[in-house]
């Protein structure tokens, strides 16, 4: 006859339960060392009876670094992915804030404009108003100091102006006192000098030369005669003595 199933349940009589214990304490921890050395793996067991006390296996030389790689491996997936959903989750919120603090924003300025108004009580409306006084009256201050700022800038560019008309004035001042107390300096000097060539070739012989200096300005004499005079003497200059 075959062995009938077994009933999992706790076993009320102490002395059962211990000797139950006591035999399937050595058997689990025999399994776990034929595991370790037919398949070797890296076997870890812990067993903490109702008492309390503590039995244990460890395939490798020390439990200690059984435990930190079993951590490594569990714990630290588990932490990464329970991280990584706190991140998430901040993240969704903060994006919720922003979200509902940029439609008040959008919201106010609305009410700036004058749209979304019905809804607003008495209160609600006064506030407003003083605040779009004191957003008036710092437009207001902003635009008062900016024209302030482009009036002094045009202030100072005017005193430049005025300082440089000065000085220009002062030179030309200057000039005109001193050509009424020096009027020769202002007149021309002319000086003209002429001088023939002294020797020509063949049957001519020798030229007639006639030099004319003029010293100072004459001014019976007009430009007009000074040039048919300067003509001539260039015409006597080219015709041979002897044809004269």
């Known amino acids: 006859m075959g ?12 002395i059962n339960r211990q000797v ?3 035999k399937r304490r050595n058997g689990l921890l025999k399994k776990a060392y034929e595991l ?35 951590e490594r491996c569990s714990y630290g997936t588990l932490q990464a992915n329970h991280q990584s959903a706190k991140e998430t989750q901040a993240s969704y919120e903060e994006y919720i804030k922003l979200k509902e603090k940029h439609e008040a924003l959008q919201h106010l300025q609305r009410q700036f404009f004058g749209e979304d108004l019905g809804r607003l009580g ?9 605040q779009l006084g004191s957003s008036l ?44 107390s020096h009027p020769w300096a202002a007149e021309e000097q002319n ?6 060539p002294a020797h020509s070739e063949g049957s001519f012989g020798h030229l007639h030369s006639n030099g004319t200096l003029h010293f100072g300005h004459n001014p019976g004499v007009t430009a007009h005669q000074r040039t048919v005079a300067t003509s001539e003497q260039d015409v006597h200059s080219l015709i041979p003595g002897w044809m004269l």
């Open 191 to 196: 000086i003209t000098y002429s001088n023939q």
């Open 36 to 70: 370790s050395v037919l398949c070797d793996a890296e076997v870890a067991l812990i067993v903490f009876s109702s008492r309390g006390k503590l039995y244990e296996f460890c395939s490798s030389p020390s439990m200690h670094k059984t435990l930190e790689k079993y």
């Open 137 to 180: 009256g710092q437009v207001r201050s902003l635009k008062t100091r900016n024209q302030l700022d482009k009036l002094s800038e045009l202030q100072r560019k005017e005193e430049m102006l005025l300082e440089a008309n000065n000085i220009l004035s002062m030179k030309l001042e200057e000039i005109n006192a001193a050509r009424r």
């Open 3 to 14: 062995r009938g199933k077994v009933e999992l349940k706790r076993i009320e009589n102490k």
């Open 20 to 22: 139950t214990f006591a």
């Open 122 to 130: 008495l209160e609600e409306l006064e506030q407003l108003e003083r």
